[in-house]
């Protein structure tokens, strides 16, 4: 799929520079063919197509933290802050 995007990419990009050096062409139009033909249908098209990759993804993060919380509550991380504890140096020993 991606390389479909960037095949079609490049021919927008081909299209383009040929309205800017072409006999009657202007930078101007090359930009709208740019934008009309090339990103603005590939971002559509890649957004819809990607829809189920970010919903699996979604699912994947909400059964992690859905987990994560499951394990704070069995007492792993009970501050749930993910931190070390503030004096990581144990303290000088004195023996008698």
Known sequence: MILIA???IYVVLMVAVVEATGERGTVLGAVLT???YGVLPLGIVMYLMLSPARRRSRKVAEAAEAQGLAAGAAGLDPD????SASDPIA?????T
């Open 34 to 36: 740019l934008l009309l």
């Open 91 to 95: 303290a000088e020993r004195k023996e």
């Open 6 to 8: 960037i095949a079609w």
């Open 80 to 83: 749930q802050g993910g931190h």
